[in-house]
């Protein structure tokens, strides 16, 4: 049993449809003595009602803010601009730990409210490997969109759909142009996802990991008509495309899938653009000659949200259910050092 009080939040990203724990989910949750609290959302792949059946209490959108202090508020996704102080334990994905924009601010936030970010990027094991994640269904779809755009078959907006329904329009068609693909990172969960749609598509790919990359050869990366990205470094690497890569006539790659999507990092891989795309504009071109296309939107999964919602769902409920665990506190930790870094006063008031 457990005194937790989870409040499952409503995403403000129109275009997030996903949820960090399912109904099914939601209902061990209950029944293992936590107080759960989900908000409305008018986007969410589940509806209100089905956690309501299973225990939750349903609230407004939003009323987070005003939920008593000791509440622990689960989502995915950023957090709104406001309020300025954040008093409560929050789990998401923060991106605030290696100097993305807005780094600084989200965590001054925190630190003015006496809050503490459990960052879900940093709830890993005792050897560092993550406990619940999206990956593979990150991967699967940016290789999916890159080939779709190579075959000049991808249409915007982008609309959520179901896997069924995207593996058949992935299958190549009879007498369609072959080409060659790179996926990069492709032993981890993002790779075997990138792998796996490109498999669907009849695609064949040249696969590299931490051997291949140690010592790049760009020439033999350029040399591929699609790169789909699945590294996320946590050290300074060389650059896999650099500026002066783009106009290099030689160039063969056309279409760059960047799952990462570490824009505005130090450490990012691929410095050859300044903002994410999005459903509504989901391709942009980063030069006209030769072409190059990019791909590079931050919550992919969101395009297949019952299937990536409940396997992440699934990993996360052990974790939940044990919330006094040392994956929790490693995550704390991690906050704290985060302040300590840029030079904040971490409340003791939001420790796990």
């Not at 937790?4 to 724990?21: C, G, I, M, Q």
């Not at 570490?262 to 989901?282: A, F, H, K, M, Q």
Request: glycine content about 8%; proline content about 8%.
């Amino acid at each position: 049993m457990t005194d937790l009080h989870l409040w499952l939040r409503h995403e403000v990203r129109s275009t997030e449809r996903r949820t960090p724990v399912v109904p099914d989910d939601a209902r061990r949750l209950v029944r293992g003595g936590v107080r759960l609290t989900v908000e409305e959302s008018p986007q969410r792949i589940f509806p209100a009602a089905e956690y309501e059946a299973v225990g939750a209490r349903i609230v407004p959108a939003g009323s987070w803010e005003s939920a008593p202090r000791d509440t622990v508020v689960l989502g995915l996704k950023e957090l709104p601009d406001e309020p300025g102080e954040l008093t409560h334990r929050h789990i998401f994905f923060g991106h605030a730990y290696k100097g993305q924009p807005g780094a600084a601010d989200l965590l001054r936030r925190f630190a003015a409210g006496g809050g503490a970010l459990l960052d879900l990027e940093y709830l890993v094991d005792d050897r560092g490997r993550r406990l619940a994640a999206f990956g593979f269904w990150a991967g699967y779809l940016g290789a999916a969109l890159a080939v779709l755009r190579h075959r000049d078959r991808l249409t915007a907006p982008l609309r959520p759909t179901d896997k069924d329904a995207l593996e058949a329009v992935l299958r190549p068609a009879p007498g369609e142009k072959e080409f060659t693909a790179l996926v990069v990172g492709a032993l981890g969960r993002s790779g075997r996802g990138a792998r796996a749609a490109l498999e669907t598509a009849g695609v064949e790919p040249t696969c590299w990991d931490l051997a291949e990359t140690r010592d790049l050869d760009r020439r033999a990366l350029l040399d591929h008509d699609v790169l789909v990205n699945c590294v996320l470094a946590t050290t300074p690497v060389p650059p896999f495309v650099r500026e002066e890569d783009l106009d290099d006539p030689a160039r063969r790659l056309r279409t760059l899938s960047d799952v990462t999507c570490d824009v505005g990092s130090p450490l990012n891989v691929l410095p050859v653009y300044d903002r994410t795309t999005e459903w509504t504009d989901p391709v942009r071109r980063l030069a006209k000659e030769p072409p190059l296309d990019l791909i590079a939107i931050d919550n992919l999964p969101s395009l297949l949200p019952r299937e990536s919602s409940a396997d992440f769902s699934r990993d996360l409920l052990p974790q939940l259910l044990d919330f006094a665990g040392a994956p929790w506190g490693r995550c704390q930790e991690r906050f704290r050092l985060a302040c300590r870094e840029l030079g904040v006063d971490e409340e003791e008031s939001g420790r796990v």
